[in-house]
């Protein structure tokens, strides 16, 4: 079985879900998800295979996307920040605590850094983050201005120096 997103890399909306006839009639009789959903509209499902087809074509794109992601990880590990173990180009920016996170998030869009806050219950207590997702379509000169303002923020809230 292999269960995908379809709204992160793609960059449309919904899921899917890939296996065995077996295992797909079983889930569209016992899974509640789809059995309260709809199909995605064609649109959608034209816009998503637009994407993978793109994805597949493009080796410029990925080897960017994957020098930015090496570039503003090593920028926040830089400024003293945990970024866990990501593998993928999602990178956390761990804060811990659940305000402190919102505040740090609300300050970097001040900044013009849109960074969602993840708290609990979402992730486990104490270990609230903000997201960041690097795209290959920002330049070096973005993913600075990014590393400013979480310099700014971070010592403006004293999480690093």
Known sequence: MQIGTLSKAVGVVGGYVAGSSDLIDWLKVRSR????????PPGSAAAC???IDILEDSVELQQKLWENVAYLQQGLKDL???IGRTETPITP???GNEEVTQRFSTRLYQEG??????????VPKGTGRVR????AAHTTEMLDRTLAAYRTV???LGLIE
């Not at 998800?33 to 995605?40: C, I, M, Y």
């Not at 850094?113 to 979402?122: D, E, H, L, M, S």
């Not at 960041?132 to 795209?135: D, K």
């Open 33 to 40: 998800p789809f059995l309260f959903s709809t199909a995605l």
């Open 49 to 51: 295979i637009a994407a």
């Open 80 to 82: 003293g920040y945990s």
């Open 93 to 95: 920016c761990i804060i």
């Open 113 to 122: 850094i849109y960074a969602k806050a993840i708290v609990f219950p979402t």
């Open 132 to 135: 960041n997702m690097p795209t």
């Open 154 to 156: 971070g010592t403006e």
